[in-house]
């Protein structure tokens, strides 16, 4: 059916006058508040000026574009297909956890629950360095020197001493709970390397050491920083492997389990990637041997993070 010609007429009314007015203009600048500066074409139109000087049009909304939105990918999907990469071997488990720094975005990959074995003494010097804060102190000497041997050689007769002095698992749960690690349970009695944990906890342990945000002062956490700066050659793996050159600060963790002979493989640490820092925790067990977990937990914080580097 024809339209009428009363609603043609109308609908021709509708049109705005400024796009009659702009279809005889250029653009020729505009500022940031938003007005667009606009200049003549041959034969304007009588509402346009036929002198040669810009007239200005206000933009509005009909003349406006909207802008587009384009999608986003969530990183723990990316670090998903990351993971897809990495070589398991059977019977072996792996979870990985990576905070951008810069940007504050993370990811996890894996919510299982794993053994610590040596990552935990980072986690019992925070509790010591709670403590000493609590009470207005600095560490005495025999403390500084445990920690100096339990961080940097991981030493476990020094962890022993100050697993013992922080209260060992409920001391360390009291510890944590302040941190805000909500999946770490401290092993019975001496067995602090049976402290059992998660990656996403140990990222959150990692955010407490590094970032400016911490339970622990600044001093504690440069004290913190420093020692696991200083890790010894032999044990710079890990995510150490990720880094540039020397510019990281971890701690590594490895256990064979004397009911299965399988190891227990675990890394955690601050690395700088060109010029950006990240904070990776990878966690593994059911490993055949040792070379074989340090050759996953390495495959997994290279995995963690290309999720954000590759940005």
Known sequence: MEPSRASSRARRRRVPSLY??????????????GTVYVQERDAP???????????????SEEASVEPVTLPTVDPEERLAEAMESVRVADGARVSV????????????????????ASIVKVDVLAALLLRAQDEGRALTSAEKAYATA???????DSASALW???????????AN????????EGGDGMLWGLTRTT???????????????????????????????KVVEDQRWGVSTVADGSACALKNGWLPRSTT?????????????????????ALSDGNATKEDGVALVEAAAKAAVSVFARE
């Not at 951008?100 to 794993?114: I, W």
């Not at 339990?150 to 476990?156: L, V």
């Not at 002979?261 to 925790?281: K, P």
Request: zero cysteines; charged letters at 15%.
């Open 164 to 174: 013992e002095t922080v209260g060992r698992a409920e001391g360390l749960a009291a």
């Open 261 to 281: 002979g399988l190891w227990v493989i675990n890394s955690v640490g601050r690395v700088t990637v060109d010029g950006r820092e990240f904070l990776v925790a």
């Open 97 to 116: 956890a990576v905070l951008d720094v810069g940007s504050g975005a993370s990811a996890a990959y894996g919510e299982a629950s794993f053994v610590t």
């Open 45 to 59: 139109l009588a509402s346009v000026s036929s002198s040669s000087s810009p007239v200005v049009v206000a933009a």
């Open 199 to 229: 990656a996403a906890d140990q990222l959150r342990l990692l955010g407490q050491a590094f970032g400016a945000e911490s339970e622990l002062s600044a001093a504690s956490r440069a004290y913190l920083q420093g020692l696991m700066g």
């Open 150 to 156: 339990m961080i940097e050689r991981s030493d476990n």
């Open 177 to 184: 709970e302040r941190l805000g690690l909500t999946d770490t």
């Open 20 to 33: 009659l007015a702009l279809a005889a203009v250029t653009v020729v600048g505009g500022t940031a508040a």
